[in-house]
């Protein structure tokens, strides 16, 4: 151990117990080459004289500016030639004066046999042990050629002697696992070629300031299917594996670009900042957090900078307060992986350090990634996230679930923790978009049609009760935002979440009178959050307003049934629920969350969106499946007494969703109840009829407008809002003036309004 302020010598080395792992530690600090035993034979040589002095070592790391990791299965290949080197060290009897040299008829040969031996036992199978196994496989031929070219029987007894000796040693090597890995590989192979070691020897590389490890290079049997760029300087690569059905999510971050003087100035800035333990009030406001760090990290990053005289550029000091903000109040790595709008789900398992993080990705579905997370870095997270919280997250309460807003996008995060979870912290990330889904966007996702969206519009503006029910990963919220969307701006809205994930704060930042209200998490104990039936409760005391509950979990189910039976909630009632189908829904409301059958009546109209998948099972899609009406004149079973009628189902042969008979023929209570409350459709299906198409035409041509136009920012909620607005504003207008709902005109003058408008926009962009 080196004294303080005493600079230890390269290849000084530590043994570390962290859990179940025992770590050697090795110091290359003041090492001249970048340390490594797939590149650097002097590294290898070293690393094996030291495994020979050791036992039991389950990983070796070189501390360098980087850390570089060698995990198990790379440390028990070093492990078995450091044993065979041990070994042979202490049996130099085999090739010794006790064998050849000490019979006076090899004596002539027997002292450049041993010079040779020695040279492959001694240095080469340190240095080079795949070189030494080609070089014993190459002297044993020679030999054999040379006995058979030769007349001389004292040569060819010696050499039978000395050949014996060679394929002994050769034979040691092929049992272990490193020359088994690397025989595929041998064909034209040239002594001190190290490309080899780079196919068996991947070392997970991260920063000094970093917990988490990164695999660097890349696969080397990987094909490169996809590759893309984040915020200008980090690199994304997907990978197909010829041995695993997943594909691999390659990414390297602007933290792994670094010069040495970078590495080593965020290092210091970072040791610095620490000394400062935001607090859970800094926390509230994460964002005036994250500004006030940026800020004091940025003019110490200068000032370090010019203290060791190395100019950056402004965009340079830029970069590097935003990896130091990561890496002191953020979440490191996690956070590049939210910033990429194609990763919908991070899954951090445990124990950690030993597998990768893994993500669900828009394009390819469940992936690996190349970022293994450690312990200290979760144990990080888990405290952030408490404060953030302000849960408890103990053996009490060994769950927590909360969300988790960062520059670029926001999150819902669930943590188990032990006992619950015995060898560890795990995390699961939801991420979700960046603005609101609109019906448009689903639209064009396909995963609904324009018929779909026109129904979800005409009920929405009807004041009906929606469930939006569906299994885990079937875009339930998503859509629920939607929803959101296609309310009409002068309408108040509450929301109720336990976990905030709706897109209030950008609605409210486009005009909308909204309010939310957090609760208390199902399965959170001893928290001061009001319980969501008190907080669905307290809405019916808040006025006239639409109601969206984020997920009816629990006894909250109870308390809205209860408002929406008395008629409390005069408008729209919506919210999302577990079930992948209207009767799965019926069953988990009244048989697991104990709300009347009659009440359930008060439900109008069930959405299911559920994930589809391909017949290799490797492709996922989100659809939407069902949209079901439920009727009222059933008693004990919706499903036996048919009080479940279809509108919409999805044809999986077609990947559509396509309208019911009932839908066609015009036998839809629900729809007819809506338009009873409109004196101009009321008795007049036909013109009920023909707004839902209204509706679905509006949506489908401003698709297929911003797709033309190439303009997909027309699909957002902020132009899909004004795009509402002025359909309702037109259709009223049209409505006043020939005193019927024309919707041919509607449609006209809505198409001329949006050509109209883009292009003032599209002007006013340009100057």
């Not at 450091?82 to 070994?87: N, R, V």
């Not at 909204?514 to 006025?543: C, F, H, N, Y």
Request: glycine residues 4%.
């Amino acid at each position: 151990m080196a004294l303080f302020g005493e600079t230890k010598k390269p290849f000084s080395y530590d043994i570390v117990k962290e859990g179940e792992e025992t770590i050697l530690m090795i110091d290359l600090e003041q090492y001249p080459q970048i340390p490594s035993l797939e590149d650097d034979p002097v590294s290898m040589s070293r690393t094996i004289d030291i495994l020979a002095e050791t036992s039991g070592i389950t990983k070796i790391i070189y501390t360098q500016k980087r850390n570089y990791e060698y995990d198990y299965n790379q440390t028990s290949m070093m492990q078995e030639v450091a044993k065979l080197y041990a070994q042979l060290v202490k049996r130099r009897d085999l090739f010794g004066y006790g064998n050849l040299l000490a019979d006076p008829k090899c004596t002539r040969w027997a002292a450049q046999w041993y010079a040779t031996t020695q040279n492959i036992t001694s240095d080469l199978l340190k240095r080079d042990p795949i070189g030494a196994y080609v070089e014993l496989k190459r002297t044993i031929r020679d030999e054999r050629m040379k006995t058979d070219r030769t007349l001389d029987e004292n040569y060819i007894g010696c050499a039978k002697k000395y050949i014996a000796v060679l394929q002994y040693l050769m034979s040691l090597l092929e049992k272990t696992k490193l020359i088994e890995a690397a025989k595929q590989y041998l064909s034209g192979y040239k002594l001190g070629d190290r490309s080899v070691y780079r196919r068996i020897f991947t070392p997970d590389i991260r920063p000094d300031f970093m917990f988490t490890k990164l695999m660097a290079s890349y696969p080397p049997e990987g094909e490169e299917i996809d590759s893309y760029t984040l915020d200008k300087n980090t690199e994304v690569t997907i990978f197909e594996l010829p041995d695993n059905v997943q594909y691999l999510y390659h990414l390297i971050p602007p933290e792994f670009k670094l010069s040495e003087e970078e590495y080593e100035i965020l290092d210091t800035a970072r040791k610095i900042m620490t000394e400062h333990k935001p607090t859970r009030q800094e926390f509230i406001d994460p964002d005036r957090m994250r500004q006030v760090f940026y800020n004091i990290g940025s003019d110490l990053i200068s000032e370090l900078a010019n203290y060791r005289n190395l100019r950056l550029s402004s965009s340079d000091i830029d970069e590097m307060a935003k990896i130091l903000i990561r890496y002191t109040v953020g979440f490191g790595l996690i956070e590049v992986l939210l910033q990429d709008e194609k990763v919908q789900d991070i899954t951090i398992n445990s124990p950690l350090g030993e597998t990768p993080m893994f993500i669900v990705h828009q394009d390819y579905g469940d992936c690996k990634t190349n970022i293994i997370p450690t312990t200290p870095e979760a144990e990080s997270w888990a405290s952030k996230l408490r404060l953030i919280s302000g849960r408890p997250l103990d053996e009490a309460n060994p769950i927590l679930d909360t969300e988790l807003a960062i520059p670029g996008a926001n999150s819902r995060i669930a943590v188990v923790a032990p006992p619950l979870n015995p060898s560890g912290l795990a995390f699961a990330f939801r991420r979700h978009r960046d603005k609101p889904w609109t019906l448009p966007l689903f639209i064009q996702n396909k995963m609904m049609n324009p018929l779909a969206a026109g129904i979800m519009s005409f009920l929405i503006d009807g004041s009906r009760t929606l469930l939006i029910a569906g299994t885990r990963s079937a875009g339930k919220t998503s859509l629920l935002g939607a929803v959101l969307v296609e309310l009409m701006r002068k309408y108040r809205v509450i929301t109720i979440e336990d976990t905030l994930e709706l897109p209030t704060s950008a609605l409210r930042k486009l005009g909308y009178n909204i309010q939310s209200l957090k609760v208390a998490a199902a399965l959170t104990k001893g928290t001061a959050e009001v319980p969501a039936d008190e907080g669905i409760r307290t809405t019916l005391r808040m006025g006239d307003s639409a109601l969206i509950i984020g997920e009816i979990r629990s006894k909250e189910a109870l308390a809205l049934y209860e408002a929406m039976r008395v008629g409390a909630l005069a408008n729209v009632v919506a919210g999302t629920i577990h079930g992948d189908s209207p009767y799965g829904v019926f069953d988990r409301v009244v048989n697991d969350l104990q709300v009347p059958r009659t009440s359930f009546k008060a439900t109008d109209v069930i959405v299911v969106a559920n994930p589809v998948r391909s017949a290799d099972g490797l492709h996922r899609w989100r659809r939407v499946t069902q949209i079901t009406e439920v009727r009222k004149h059933w008693e004990q079973d919706p499903l036996v007494e048919k009080g479940f009628v279809d509108l919409m189902k999805y044809d999986s042969r077609k990947d559509v969703l396509e309208a019911s008979e009932e839908l066609i023929n015009g036998d839809s209570e629900i729809l007819k109840a809506v338009a009873g409350n409109v004196k101009e459709w009321a008795g007049n299906w036909d013109a009920v009829w023909d707004n839902v198409m209204l509706r679905a035409n509006t949506k489908q041509a401003l698709v297929d407008f911003a797709t033309k136009q190439n303009m997909p920012w027309l699909l957002e909620a902020d132009f899909v809002i004004q795009s509402n607005d002025q359909f309702h504003k037109i259709s009223e207008k049209i409505r006043e003036e020939i005193g019927t709902l024309d919707s041919k005109r509607i449609f006209f003058d809505w198409n001329e309004w949006l050509k109209r408008h883009v292009k003032k926009m599209d002007f006013h962009s340009k100057l």
